[in-house]
């Protein structure tokens, strides 16, 4: 069973930038379709970005062209880079890992966009 690991939330003010991690053990992780998802208050866990095995990427409308999802196969660890965060993309942020019927969900962090 895939275990998933994110680091990096925190508070930012709008504009700003973050960068999550997310370190995955357990699995070959050049096989796994990577996955950032949030959630926010109220609101059903929405799909923010995926990156493939192959690497291509797909993103939700409200993020592109402001987020990056990358992934290091030697470090097997993903990552999403945030930049000119706004109030909406505060949520709890979770790291999902899916190969075959292996599918791992960190434990979430929490990002908030405020003044």
């Known amino acids: 069973q895939v275990q998933l690991v994110e680091s990096g939330g925190g508070l930012v003010q709008p504009g700003g930038s973050l960068r999550l991690s997310c370190a995955v053990s357990?699995?070959?992780?050049?096989?796994?379709?990577m996955g950032w998802y949030r959630q926010a208050p109220g609101n059903p866990r929405e799909l923010v970005a995926s990156?493939?095995?192959?690497?291509?990427?797909n993103y939700a409308d409200s993020v592109k062209g402001r987020f990056t999802i990358s992934r290091d196969n030697a470090k097997n660890t993903v990552y999403l880079q945030m930049n000119s965060l706004k109030p909406e993309d505060t949520a709890v942020y979770y790291c999902?890992?899916?190969?075959?019927?292996?599918?791992?969900w960190g434990q979430g962090t929490q990002v908030t966009v405020s003044s």
């Open positions: 999902n890992a899916h190969f075959l019927n292996d599918d791992g």
């Open positions: 990156i493939a095995r192959n690497r291509v990427t």
């Open positions: 357990g699995g070959l992780f050049s096989l796994y379709e």
